[in-house]
């Protein structure tokens, strides 16, 4: 997307107003729809309302989450000192960032064997099972899984956090294929052609070559992969076994009870830290324009 | 030169099998290479994604369990009631409206929740792609943030603000427009409204994507031809961003129809969409097959709405 923003599109209203001069507005822009602006303003407002009330009242010092008496920090204490908030947050980035590595080291191998080679027997076959999770709706997907983990627990007597990790590994992997993918489809194949002219063997030209080269697109699978991950919802819902409380759970479970400050907190913390994450894979995934 | 070309045919046969047959063995062991690489992926997702489907396919065929599991009896008892209901006493079968109210509220939500974000969308999408390329990317990156953020907090912020006791009830009354709570949460403009907020970036990214790639020139023939502003809208640049609308609706409705903790959430007990029916046969109800059945009635009803999406594109594409 942004490779293609740094291609300067014809702006006929621009120029014509270049042409009477600076500081003129252009008398007709062809490309302005009125009302069009404002929905877009309408737009992120309404997107960015509910997030910004319920950060300003996570410092809000009364106990009743709609009354504002003043500033505290007293919620974001309180949500360190509750335990079962901590350890929801901590299961959660536990499960997202094994997932994420696992998925991305796999999407990395497979964006390897499926990028920038002759086509081959059973190539439309890996796309199609790689981009499988995102075709199923989400719910299907969760009961499937959880039919299919009872089964096996049923068959082998294993439990534990395995099944979730693995649960969230299966819909991480085509998220973190698509940006190493797209790195990789821009990557000149000349470089490697060069290593191999200076008689590198194939595994220190993807060492020395490809990887570092790679890099950005893998990081930003990560970033990706982990943001999915922590974002999920309904699989983590349906395949949590007893006792794996994560941070969904968690909010679900307080939601029936109220809205608490405490919550509040708790929910700004998240958001800034899939902001940051999010800010990260931006800013990674758009160097490769420049 | 000329002898040279000549001569070369001779040996030419068998130079050119052997530099074949290496040439061969090469692809053959980058092709071995390639199925490794790609084998933990395809392994994950076909044993954890694939098989899980064809197990709950089997599951449907099956007979419930007094308390949870399937016992292995063919039965299509849970396929017969997707349609239709069997009196207990007389075995007649009756349609099942209960299950077609549900199927109703979740297509007419799903539909209602693409119209909209379409109409909200659209104008966005516009308005980003006609932006500089450098506040292109700043007003992308601020209609995807949200979209990054757990699900569930998003909709927790949106419980905050349209409860009873919330902040819009509340400025309401402060404001003198009411006198008493308007309910809006645990309604069908409150379940639309989560999944349009959900869901809004899916129609924002691809109508961007086709808009900016959109010839501004065909525009400003339009208004040379005397168009009107709406009539360049409608006869120009709507047919010629027809794959980013016809994508971005395709994305929206997906996971609009398959929704399940929207509904729960905002909607309460008694807005049951298809998500929450299939996930209740898995809890409460206990009838697995039942909820098996319906699970793959949604899946063939996305993809149906995939294949016609993927046919379209290849119809604009022949264009």
């Not at chain 2, 390639?34 to 197990?55: E, H, K, N, Q, S």
């Amino acid at each position: 997307m942004s490779q293609a923003a740094a291609v300067p599109l014809p702006k006929p209203g621009a120029r014509r107003a270049a042409q009477r001069g600076r500081g003129k507005p252009p008398r007709f822009d062809v490309r302005r729809l009125p009302g069009f602006a404002t929905m877009a303003w309408v737009c992120v407002i309404g997107l960015y309302a509910p997030i910004v009330v319920l950060v300003i009242y996570s410092f809000n010092d009364n106990p009743s989450v709609t009354i504002w008496t003043g500033f505290s920090w007293r919620w974001y204490a309180s949500a360190f000192g509750n335990e079962q908030i901590r350890d929801a947050a901590l299961l959660s980035l536990r499960v997202a960032v094994t997932a994420a590595i696992v998925a991305t080291a796999f999407a990395t191998m497979a964006a390897l064997a499926t990028t920038r080679v002759p086509s081959f027997r059973g190539l439309t076959a890996i796309y199609a099972i790689i981009n499988q999770p995102l075709m199923v709706p989400e719910i299907v997907t969760g009961i499937a899984t959880v039919v299919f983990f009872a089964l096996i627990k049923q068959l082998t007597g294993i439990y534990g956090l395995g099944y979730l990790i693995t649960a969230h590994i299966v819909f991480c992997i085509p998220f973190a294929y698509l940006p190493i993918r797209a790195r990789l489809e821009d990557m000149d194949r000349a470089y490697e052609i060069a290593a191999a002219d200076l008689y590198a063997t194939p595994w220190r030209a993807f060492r020395y070559v490809t990887l570092p080269l790679l890099v950005p697109g893998i990081l930003g699978g990560a970033m990706l992969a982990f943001l999915v991950s922590l974002d999920d919802v309904v699989i983590t819902v349906l395949v949590s076994g007893p006792g794996e409380e994560t941070l969904p759970l968690y909010v679900i479970g307080q939601v029936k009870r109220g809205v608490t400050p405490e919550l509040n907190a708790m929910a700004t913390l998240f958001l800034a830290a899939s902001t940051l994450f999010a800010t990260l894979f931006f800013l990674l995934t758009r160097k490769r324009a420049g | 030169m000329t002898t040279e070309t000549a001569a070369a045919p001779p040996p030419a046969p068998a130079a050119l099998s052997a530099a074949e047959a290496a040439a061969q063995a090469v692809e053959r062991r980058a092709g071995v290479r390639r199925w490794l690489l790609a084998a933990p992926a395809v392994t994950v997702i076909g044993v954890c994604g694939l098989m899980p489907l064809l197990i709950v396919l089997a599951y449907s065929w099956a007979k419930p369990a007094d308390y949870a599991g399937v016992v292995w009896r063919f039965q299509p008892d849970a396929w017969v009631n997707l349609l239709f209901q069997q009196d207990i006493f007389s075995d007649a079968l009756t349609p099942n409206y209960a299950y077609y109210s549900i199927y109703l509220r979740s297509v007419e939500m799903a539909f209602l929740t693409t119209t909209l974000a379409l109409i909200v969308g659209f104008p966005t999408a516009y308005f980003i792609a006609t932006r500089s390329p450098r506040n292109r990317n700043v007003w992308l990156f601020l209609i995807t943030i949200p979209f990054w953020s757990n699900l569930l907090i998003r909709i927790y912020a949106i419980m905050m603000i349209i409860r009873d006791d919330g902040y819009l009830n509340h400025a309401l009354i402060s404001l003198g427009f009411i006198d008493q709570p308007v309910p809006i949460i645990y309604t069908n403009y409150a379940v639309a409204y989560g999944l349009i907020y959900a869901y809004l970036p899916l129609m924002v990214m691809p109508l961007y994507a086709s808009i900016e790639k959109l010839d501004f020139r065909l525009v400003e023939a339009g208004y040379d031809l005397y168009a009107s502003r709406l009539k360049v809208l409608w006869h120009v640049i709507v047919p010629l961003v027809k794959p980013g609308i016809v994508a971005g609706c395709t994305l929206v409705f997906i996971p609009a129809i398959g929704d399940y903790i929207i509904a729960q959430m905002l909607g309460g007990g008694n807005r049951m969409m298809l998500g929450n029916l299939i996930a209740q046969q898995f809890s409460t109800a206990r009838n697995w097959p039942q909820g098996s059945a319906l699970a793959l009635g949604l899946m063939s009803v996305v993809m149906l709405a995939l294949m016609f999406y993927a046919a379209r594109m290849q119809r604009s594409r022949a264009q």
